[in-house]
């Protein structure tokens, strides 16, 4: 069965160490200065944070990719030959997807402009420190993935210890089938931790529905019926995973992970305005 639901993804492997040496101009990478145009107006979000305070802040720079370093590992070519993306996340909101109100709060950025009219673009005045992840050298690789759900081998009657060895088990028996768990990734399966989310995009991105409590508010039936025929058109565009480097760790929750998202039509027409992010933990 999980032959059946093979995808690729490519694997985003990164140095621990923090980067030192000055990298070429457009060069894929973790954190750093983005090499951005000119003329680029630097992300905010304003939203609420764990101390329940208002504000208007920017955007982290979590990554940027070059779409030609990558593009001989995107085996079903799904995402642009040429050009840069770039992903942002706002980190002291730390948004969960769950409501429309965390529209904003994560942003993909796609330049298909010359590289050589890039520069390094220097970071607002207001950011925070913590918010800015140290540069580190990226490759990648391509892995055959399989859709995992934590819920798969997760029982409530059982031990932490016991979950945790479960999990090692499947993790031991996918490995031998040339998959890595906990990783970053771009396309594939999304690693699931609460359970699949597809419908939370398009409801909360697509029609506007707060997903955050029980029982959700559709409004009707017809709402409810497009959100899950829609709901298939939604494949994962990056999973980020908990990065460590030098002495900068960055975490979502309690091992969590994020996922950036996208309608396949949006993907194919290089249309990156709807991307809508979910944040999974433990």
Not at 40 to 53: H, T
Not at 59 to 88: A, R, T, W
Request: some cysteine; hydrophobic content about 30%.
């Amino acid at each position: 069965m999980l032959e059946t639901s093979k995808k690729n993804a490519i694997l985003i492997n990164y140095s621990e160490d923090e980067n030192k040496e000055k990298l070429p101009k457009g060069t894929s990478k973790i954190g750093g200065k983005p090499d951005l145009p000119k003329d680029f107006q630097w992300f905010y979000y304003n939203g609420e944070d764990y101390k329940k305070i208002v504000e208007n802040r920017p955007l982290s720079f979590l990554m940027q990719i070059n779409c030609e370093e990558v593009h001989k590992y995107d085996k079903e070519s799904l995402l642009p030959e040429k050009g840069m993306l770039y992903f942002f996340y706002e980190l002291f909101t730390m948004t969960w997807g769950f409501s429309p109100q965390d529209r904003g709060s994560a942003k993909v950025f796609y330049y298909d402009g010359e590289i050589e009219d890039l520069v390094p673009a220097d970071f607002p005045e207001n950011m925070e420190k913590d918010c800015i992840i140290p540069e580190s050298k990226i490759n990648f690789e391509s892995m055959n993935d399989y859709p995992i759900d934590f819920l798969d081998y997760y029982d409530v009657d059982d031990s932490i210890e016991e979950t945790r060895r479960k999990e090692k088990e499947f993790e031991k028996e996918l490995e031998e089938l040339g998959y890595k768990a906990d990783t970053t990734k771009l396309l594939g399966h999304p690693e699931l931790i609460q359970g699949e989310y597809w419908e939370e995009c398009e409801g909360v991105a697509g029609k506007n529905i707060y997903y955050g409590s029980a029982p959700i508010k559709y409004g009707s039936d017809e709402v409810k019926k497009s959100i899950k025929e829609n709901a298939k058109d939604w494949i994962l565009l990056m999973q980020v995973s908990e990065l460590e480097i030098g002495d900068y760790g960055l975490y979502f929750g309690d091992s969590g992970k994020i996922y950036f998202n996208i309608r396949k039509e949006d993907l194919k027409n290089k249309n990156f305005d709807n991307v809508w992010l979910i944040l999974q933990c433990y």
